[in-house]
């Protein structure tokens, strides 16, 4: 596997790389290409209809990518004015809360759209000189839109809506290097990666999970896992509750620390903070794809689970993980093993 370097750097918006959807007619590709160009330029990351993943039905892709995105521009012309397409995707991008930014050679929004502040222009020279990076920045920082939420009630819900929304991220091709950030007592990687592994006995002795469950679960760890080894990843942990018995601890913590191992085997960056807030929280973000914050906890796991991909509000919490990480005292996955191995019962 090819490793990308990560580097752990404090968020920061006038660099960052923002994924644009650019929706526009078809007889206007020739003008959507320069808008495609200018948006890298910009250093931004441009998502049009020509990047379809593999076995995805094109309706499902096209909402997919804008569901991700963290603005999107509608390209308006005389010709796309009138194209049903654009007209869904716009309705769809304000129904998601996206952020949207018309640019028009002419034509002013209508319907839905009426009250956004389009970038007007006689001309795709002007139009492109008046696409600028701090455009995107403000819509971006100011979007105070409510975000889109998927619940789960259930633990199992919770765990399927974490498959589904990792395979998701998975057909997409960038690359770009946003490691995954986690707050938990043990978290998602002291679950054993075998479903049939003779850990689970002790892991979970005082009620022995389905075979069905414990696959989910095992899924869950895989696909997680899978992220983590490419990108990295940023734990906040407080291995203990109080409701576990001792052995069940430190079963959990045996798992924990082979899953550190075996990122130091794959040299791996991975930061590791004990610190209380794990007891408090449940969250997982999964690059700047898609959040999970989970209440409520049960010995079968987490209930009252919110999901979210709504781009501007997952960068909001990257913001504030970053921040509130650097504040910790985090150890290499070297020095967070021996941290483990100290105590049963507690780790500060």
Known sequence: MNLIPIEHKIFDHDNYPYRVFLSYDKDDVEDARLLFDRLRRLHLRPVWDHHTPAGWRF?????????????????????????????????????????????????????????????????????????????????????????????????????????????????????????????????????????????????????????????????ERRKLEAYAKRFGCDLVLYPTLKKLTKRRVQTRKRVLQSFLQSMQVAGTPVRVAFDKRGLDENLIIVGDWFLVESFTPRDEGYRHTTITNHAPTVLKRIEAFDRQFEKCKWLSPEKAIRRLEKSFRTIL
């Open 59 to 219: 309706l499902d892709e096209i909402k997919k990518k804008i569901d991700h995105s963290h603005v999107f521009i509608p390209f308006l012309t005389r010709k796309s004015k009138r194209s049903t397409w654009v007209n869904h995707e716009i309705g769809y991008a304000m129904g998601r809360n996206v952020p949207v930014l018309p640019l028009s050679l002419g034509p002013l929004p209508e319907g839905m759209a009426r009250e956004l502040e389009a970038v007007v222009a006689k001309d795709m020279q002007t139009l492109l000189r008046r696409l600028t990076r701090g455009r995107i920045k403000r819509l971006v920082k100011d979007a105070e839109a409510a975000a889109v939420y998927e619940c789960a009630d259930l633990a199992d819900t919770r765990t399927d809506e974490i498959i589904k929304h990792c395979k998701q991220v998975e057909a997409f091709t960038s690359n770009h290097r946003q490691p995954l950030r986690h707050v938990a007592a043990f978290g998602s990687f002291s679950i054993p990666v075998d479903p049939n592994d003779p850990i689970w006995k002790w892991r979970d002795a005082n009620k022995l999970l389905s075979p069905e469950r414990r696959e989910r679960l095992s899924k």
